[in-house]
């Protein structure tokens, strides 16, 4: 399965999904390497643009996300995972989804925090 | 709420969620012309990178994404949307979702097809 890489200068967007909730958990960028690491692993590895390298996800929070489904999207630009989310908490801020806020008339958090981001993450 | 369009140098990413069955059904970019319609009226519009301007899903196929909610990411930079997916189909491929395809060893089809593209689009 060859995906298509040079549409986003060598990136494909990931959406994280949990297999057993359905809940999407976040969205993150993979390039060549954390797309193989990921199939060789089962565990997701994504690329962050900001530190311009690879990472397993909850390399360092513990939160490791179990790759139990991957679908690719008809222009074999973007993938789909379904995960098991260990630790119950996909987002470096401490909640279980990325998307912890909805626009409802303004901004609303509409999620617990799950964790402490200060206790989990090194200063 | 401002979204962080810098990133992705105009555009950011919008995961489209069927709102009654959890289905991941395909992700799309928005640019902000297409951000403030979607809020606007209430239908997913977004940009095409392709034809370079921004469109509503569902225009030609009739498929339309009624916005029931709207969720932003801990970073500003993605937005998910749960829909109503007018037509069952949001793929332009003639399937329910983009995902249509999974990798289990080789790659698979996992869907059956809603409808036929050639009846449905101009050529």
Chains 1, 2 share one sequence.
């Not at 949990?18 to 990921?38: H, S």
């Amino acid at each position: 399965m060859e995906l298509d890489f040079d549409k986003m200068g060598g990136l494909v967007p990931a959406i994280i999904q949990d297999a057993e909730t359905g809940k999407v958990l976040m969205l993150a960028y993979m390039n060549t390497i954390a797309w193989e690491k990921t199939l060789e692993t089962g565990k997701a590895w994504f690329y962050s643009r900001s530190r311009d390298k690879q990472w397993m996800k909850g390399e360092e929070s513990g939160n490791v996300q179990i790759v139990k489904e991957v679908f690719v999207d008809c222009d074999d630009d973007t993938v789909l995972l379904k995960v098991e989310q260990v630790g119950k908490a996909a987002c470096h801020k401490g909640y279980t989804s990325c998307f912890f806020r909805k626009i409802d008339g303004d901004v609303k958090i509409i999620e617990e925090k799950v964790f402490d981001p200060e206790k989990v993450y090194k200063k």
